[in-house]
């Protein structure tokens, strides 16, 4: 664990998923306007949630739609959501999304080694329990899904 800014994170990220999907526009937006988010994490992790966040976000939504990326500040929690324009998720599979081994109907596996959507967010909400944080998604069948995760701001040095 180590003392960090959330916001830098996140933009070395986008950067990196806005290359590889440059047909997606990514808008970020943060609230209230902050130069800096400190967190004490651990950075490899919390990259890896931000990547699986943004990588599920671009693939489920339609061409040239683009993700949104809000982060917020409220009581010394900052809250990072990701948001598509895809199809949804149908309540009753949003209650499995976050195991291990579960499979969204219609995937089909590409070979013996895939892995599920469920493992990625599977590990997303371990990394992110394991800082003391909560994971979600909001989402309506043709609406888009919204995936959040929360994170307590370090305190001032």
Known sequence: MQRCDLLALLKTVVTEQQ????EHPIL???KP??????VLVDTERITQV?????TNALASSPMKA???VQVT?????????VH???PGIPLEEQKHLWERSYRSKGSAVQQELDLSLGFHLYLCRAFIEQHGGHVGVQSTPNNG???????SLAPCA
């Open 145 to 151: 899904a919204t995936f959040w995760f929360t994170l």
């Open 73 to 81: 500040i409220e009581e010394g929690i900052t809250r990072v959501s």
């Open 28 to 30: 970020v937006e943060v």
């Open 19 to 22: 290359r590889l999907a440059p």
């Open 50 to 54: 931000f990547t699986a966040y943004l």
């Open 84 to 86: 598509n324009e895809g």
């Open 33 to 38: 306007v902050a130069q800096t988010m400190p």
């Open 66 to 68: 683009p993700v949104a």
